[in-house]
Every structure is written in structure tokens, then in C-alpha cells.
């Protein structure tokens, strides 16, 4: 109650009281899952290290809301959780394909498969607005583009925040990418690990026969997870964001902290639905 109670924190401060129950909050649940199974306790930091490149890799991508489809704002038109999903939901099924070739593999191969999403989505996006609207890439937050050192302002249309998709907001949607995919991977795999090293035990079967299980529950799991660890950062965000030169970027600080609650609990679901049955 104190920290829903506790006093607003202005844009892109961290509320120390909450932050503090929070992360006493994740620090107990990681204890949990130490005493009642040992062995899932490093994947279950790999899956919290998962959702914290997901909250903070949202940051990055340029999403633009309904403004941007009007070309009035910078970013592409469509929501900060709706797009992190795509790019990240890419990611994991390119690393899902390399799960046997190794943690380090499979999750340098999610990342590709999200950056490589980002960039042709941005590609696209530019081309929309530049061949089928006419209008030029312009930030509305930036005299320079921090990257190339175009200037910005006399491309800027008046009443607009900007338009397109200027060369800094598609390196950023990249970068996220790169962050998405390689996050929800490493969900993936953590989660197959686990329940790869359980589910034989539950129904009395080979490795060979629980896969396909193993393998969707993992998925499903790392799904949920990713969306869970995208909206959080959308709200963070609240509305539209241009990539990392934005100003909201500096938020990105409370996104890890809820990224990190948020993913060491749904770990521990995640981990604690086989090891009860298993007992059971």
C-alpha cells in the first residue's frame, strides 16, 4: 500500500519506494524458485535477462501512433506493444529454429531475425511516406540527426511534429529489434531447459517423447512473457516515441525495474507449474 500510495514521480524519474518493493518483490521470487528447484534457478535469471533487453529494447523502436499515419509525427503507425511484438515474436522464432545449436547461437540468431524485421518495416515505412505521401523523414525532437548530422527543422512541415522515419529513428528501430529478439529468445530457451529437465519425470517418458510438448509450452510461455514485458514498456512510454534521441527514452531506467518484477514472476509461474505436478 505505501508504494501505491507513494507520490508521483515526474517523466522519467524512478519512484525509489516502489522501485525498492519491487525489486525485494523479484528478489524473493528468484528465492523461490532456489529452494523448491535448484536446477531452475539460472534459467530463471536468463528469463528475468530476457525481459529486461525486452523493456528496454522497446525503448528504441520509433512508433508513431495514428499521428504518423497522418504524417504528422515521426515512427510508424501502430502501437509501441503491438510493434514490439512483431519484432520480437520474429526474433523468437528465428532462434527457436537454432535452439540446438546453443544458447549463445540460438539467441545471437533471435536478434538477427528481430533487427532484420525492424529494418525492412522501416524500409517500408519510409518508402510509404516518401513515394505514396511525398513527404520527407524529419524529427520533430532534434535540430541534427545525432547520426548523419542532417539537419531537420526545414524538412519539418508546420503544425507537425515531424513526419517519415529520419535515419537515427531507423537505426533505433534496428537496435530494438536486435534487444526484442534476442530477449524473447532467451526466454525461450531458458523455459525449454526447464521443462526439458521436468516434463520426462511428470509423464513418465523419454526426452524424445516430451518434446513437442516441451517446445510448446516454452513457446507459449515465451510469448506471453514478451507481450507482458512490451505493454509495460508502452505504458512507460505513454503514446509515441521517435527512438533513443527522443526525450522519452530517458524512462527507460523504470521500464528495466518493471520488466525485471514483472519477468522473475511470470518465471516463476512458468517454472512452478511443472515442479508442482512433478510432485504431485
Avoid at 529478439?181 to 526447464?194: N, P
Avoid at 513457446?219 to 509495460?232: D, K, P
Wanted: charged letters at 5%; a negative charge.
Amino acid at each position: 500500500m505505501s508504494a501505491l500510495g507513494a507520490k508521483p514521480a515526474a517523466a522519467g524519474d524512478i519512484d525509489p519506494i516502489s522501485s525498492v518493493i519491487g525489486i525485494v518483490l523479484a528478489v524473493v521470487f528468484v528465492a523461490i524458485v532456489a529452494v523448491l528447484a535448484p536446477v531452475a534457478l539460472m534459467p530463471l535469471l536468463g528469463i528475468i535477462l530476457g525481459g529486461v533487453l525486452i523493456g528496454f529494447g522497446v525503448h528504441f523502436v520509433p512508433v508513431g501512433g495514428a499521428p504518423a499515419a497522418m504524417g504528422q509525427a515521426p515512427g510508424i503507425a501502430t502501437g509501441v506493444a503491438m510493434l514490439a511484438a512483431g519484432a520480437g515474436l520474429a526474433g523468437l522464432f528465428g532462434g527457436a529454429w537454432a535452439a540446438e545449436l546453443g544458447v549463445v547461437v540460438a539467441t545471437v540468431t533471435g536478434a538477427v531475425g528481430g533487427g532484420l524485421l525492424m529494418a525492412i518495416t522501416c524500409m517500408m515505412v519510409n518508402i510509404i511516406y516518401v513515394f505514396g505521401m511525398g513527404i520527407p523523414s524529419a524529427s520533430g525532437k532534434v535540430a541534427k540527426d545525432p547520426i548523419t548530422g542532417d539537419t531537420q527543422p526545414e524538412f519539418k512541415s508546420q503544425g507537425t511534429e515531424g513526419h517519415g522515419l529520419p535515419f537515427i529513428s531507423f537505426v533505433g528501430g534496428v537496435v530494438g529489434g536486435l534487444f526484442g529478439g534476442a530477449g524473447g529468445t532467451l526466454i525461450y530457451l531458458m523455459l525449454l531447459e526447464v521443462y526439458e529437465h521436468y516434463l520426462p519425470g511428470i509423464f513418465d517418458a523419454t526426452a524424445a517423447q516430451i518434446m513437442p510438448v516441451a517446445v510448446s509450452l516454452a513457446g507459449i510461455f515465451a510469448i506471453g512473457m514478451f507481450l507482458v514485458n512490451a505493454v509495460l514498456a508502452a505504458y512507460n512510454i505513454t503514446g509515441t516515441i521517435e527512438g533513443p534521441h527522443d526525450p522519452k527514452f530517458k524512462r527507460f531506467p523504470r521500464a528495466i525495474i518493471a520488466s525485471l518484477v514483472a519477468s522473475a514472476l511470470c518465471g516463476l509461474v512458468a517454472i512452478m507449474i511443472v515442479v508442482v505436478n512433478l510432485n504431485i
